[in-house]
């Protein structure tokens, strides 16, 4: 299917400014995840951003009025300057935040990272057990993560752990809210996997079903009940089990403006799967004519792209027309309406995925998962 008419352009007075700037400091990680929503290419976009590149992107985008700014990756520790740009954040009046794996968040890191102004840790982790959580990031990691979330407390740091859902772990949530607790968490992110990058590839494999995701949402709420405030969970169901869209971005060009590892400028993570579409660089274009000028950020703000089922819908103004990653990934066309609603044409093939992931999984017949790895984004590329 082809791709929607260009949207004219709206008025720079009718675009409010982006609010959250995501940096997505590099694409290297020294982990695997099987649900990793970078890109499966990564690997042929080597190129990262240099410090002043970055330090100019956060002054651009202080200026075109952002306030939350977040350092994520792939792994942002990685970065041997990670304190610079965070200090650079910090003094352009951002709200700083370091969504990270953990894995080289030393001591003697942390306390530097805090002398620069680091406001905010969100700290990943895969299971509460040792096993799954190597086994899914195919690295000996958990004893290390659980050294880094007790320096984050002794930090003084808000804590917030972020643990992806999905098959293979959907059964243990009771034991990852205990782990939460016994490590002091304020707010637990409990995000069941969306089907984007590598976790596309992945999708039949991960694919929950619906009874599991009933029951870990029963002891998610048992849990609520019985220790009220004491840790806050965010418990978040995978799209293709509902039957109304999320507000994907709270609106594509609204409020986010990624700049990837190589200087793409991206209305959300996963744009770059969407074909046609040429993503500014950064070290060519400014913030400013990339956010209010460039068809790529243009492309699906407003309601000119949407066709009739979105553009006649009551809930336009509520969900935009849902995801265009996924609506790419489903039908084909980003322009389509996410196949998540339940009036998409496509909302029962979006369902038949689900019965079809089922039965590989009753049969046997899965394939292997697919780690994230350089080798295979060059297999995948
Ligand atoms: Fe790209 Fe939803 S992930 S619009």
């Not at 700083?96 to 990272?113: D, K, P, V």
């Not at 984050?152 to 999905?166: A, D, S």
């Not at 019985?226 to 709270?250: H, Q, T, W």
């Not at 660089?281 to 089922?309: C, P």
Request: a neutral charge.
């Amino acid at each position: 299917m082809g791709q929607a008419a260009a949207a004219p352009a709206p008025s720079a007075a009718a675009v409010a400014p982006p609010k959250w700037l995501l940096a997505e400091l590099t694409y290297r990680c020294p982990l695997h995840c099987v649900f990793c929503y970078n890109p499966v290419d990564y690997a042929s976009r080597p190129n990262e951003l240099d410090t002043a590149q970055w330090i100019d992107v956060l002054r651009q985008g202080r200026k075109l009025g952002a306030v939350q700014l977040g350092f994520s990756g792939g792994e942002p520790l990685l970065r041997d300057d990670l304190e610079d740009l965070v200090a650079a954040g910090r003094q352009l009046g951002y709200y700083t935040n370091l969504i990270t794996s953990g894995i080289g968040l030393t001591e003697q890191r942390l306390r530097r990272l805090t002398e620069a102004g680091l406001d905010h840790i969100q700290l990943s982790f895969q299971d509460s057990s040792r096993e799954m959580n190597d086994f899914l990031s195919s690295t000996r990691t958990f004893e290390l993560k659980s050294r880094v979330a007790a320096l984050i407390k002794q930090f003084h740091y808000p804590m917030v752990l972020n643990v992806v859902l999905h098959r293979y772990n959907l059964d243990h949530v009771g034991r990852i809210i205990d782990m939460a607790l016994a490590m002091g968490v304020e707010y637990l992110e409990l995000a069941n996997t969306q089907y984007y990058g590598w976790g596309l590839v992945n999708r039949a494999q991960l694919m929950p079903t619906a009874q599991q995701l009933r029951k870990a949402e029963e002891v998610v709420n048992e849990y609520r009940e019985r220790i009220g405030n004491r840790l806050r969970i965010l418990f978040v169901v995978p799209d293709y089990f509902e039957s109304r869209p999320k507000a994907c971005m709270n609106g594509w060009g609204a409020v986010f403006l990624g700049v990837a590892a190589d200087g793409a400028a991206l209305p959300c993570h996963a744009a770059r799967s969407i074909p046609g579409l040429a993503f500014p660089d950064v070290r060519e274009t400014s913030l400013h004519d990339i956010w209010y000028a460039s068809e790529a950020f243009n492309k699906f703000r407003g309601d000119a792209w949407m066709k009739d089922t979105c553009r006649t819908c009551e809930d336009k103004d509520r969900d935009f027309g849902g995801c265009r990653c996924q609506a790419l990934a489903l039908t084909g066309d980003a322009a389509n309406p996410d196949p998540v609603c339940g009036k998409s044409a496509a909302h029962g093939e979006l369902k038949q995925v689900v019965v079809h992931a089922h039965r590989a999984q009753a049969a046997g017949e899965l394939k292997p998962l697919v780690f994230r790895s350089d080798a295979n984004s060059r297999l995948l590329s």
